[in-house]
Antibody
Framework: EVQLVQSRAEVKKPGESLKISCKGS????????IGWVRQMPGKGLEWMGI????????KYSPSFRGQVTISVDKSIKTAYLHWSGLKASDTAIYYC??????????????WGQGALVTVSS | QSALSQPPSASGSPGQSVTISCTGT?????????VHWYQQHPGKAPRLIIY???ERPSGVTDRFSGSGSGNTASLTISRLQADDEADYYC???????????FGGGTKLTVL
């Protein structure tokens, strides 16, 4: 069974750093890119970026480039989303998801349970 | 890149059908047959229910169907049930950097 298990909820202060994780199981981890999606309170989904577990290549939405870092450690089948200096506006639920590929089409076929990040002084 | 346009809300009674639209441009929906739909119940993670405009993943009921024409895609839910009450998001390929964009979401209420 394909599973993506994310790290627990976090409460941080503005300016602090944070790395949240997403561990895959039940499939060949380095065959599928992993993506991250933000959902701010009461709002919709936003595509942040993706990472290739095979070679750690990452791609970002222009809205998130330079704001976060997406990385992966394929030896432990885990992807990460990292902030070096959190802002209150980073308060949101962050989902990781497996990116499926079919004939040029890509979509998220399995999702993690989400990790709530709260940034407050 | 702008989000795809969805109606903020939709509703229907049990047993009825409802259709949710998703409008983009020739740079996303109109340029590629890569429109996907996700269902999200309150407090839960999104779930893929339609991919590539019309395809259903294994295990998804055939009450969900997708269609598309030009710059618009649609999700139809037939024989509405109470459990269909959720938020629905469309998504499309945005062309550059393998980026995807989402619609703003439609909150479906089953009356």
């Amino acid at each position: 069974e394909v599973q993506l298990v994310q790290s627990r909820a976090e409460v941080k202060k503005p300016g602090e750093s944070l790395k949240i994780s997403c561990k895959g199981s039940g499939y060949s981890f380095d065959t599928y890119w992993i993506g991250w999606v933000r959902q701010m309170p009461g709002k919709g989904l936003e595509w942040m970026g993706i990472v290739n577990p095979r070679d750690s290549e990452s791609k970002y939405s222009p809205s998130f480039r330079g704001q976060v870092t997406i990385s992966v450690d394929k030896s432990i089948k885990t992807a990460y989303l990292h902030w070096s200096g959190l802002k209150a506006s980073d308060t949101a639920i962050y989902y990781c998801a497996r990116r499926a590929y079919r004939s040029g089409s890509v979509y998220f076929d399995y999702w993690g349970q989400g990790a709530l990040v709260t940034v407050s002084s | 890149q702008s989000a795809l346009s969805q109606p903020p809300s939709a509703s229907g009674s049990p047993g009825q059908s409802v259709t949710i639209s998703c409008t983009g441009t020739r740079n996303d929906i109109g340029g590629y047959s890569y429109v996907h739909w996700y269902q999200q119940h309150p407090g839960k993670a999104p779930r893929l229910i339609i991919y590539d405009v019309t395809e259903r993943p294994s295990g998804v009921t055939d009450r969900f169907s997708g269609s598309g024409s030009g710059n618009t895609a649609s999700l139809t839910i037939s024989r509405l049930q109470a459990d269909d009450e959720a938020d629905y998001y469309c998504s499309s390929y945005a062309g550059s950097n393998n980026m995807k964009i989402f619609g703003g979401g439609t909150k479906l209420t089953v009356l």
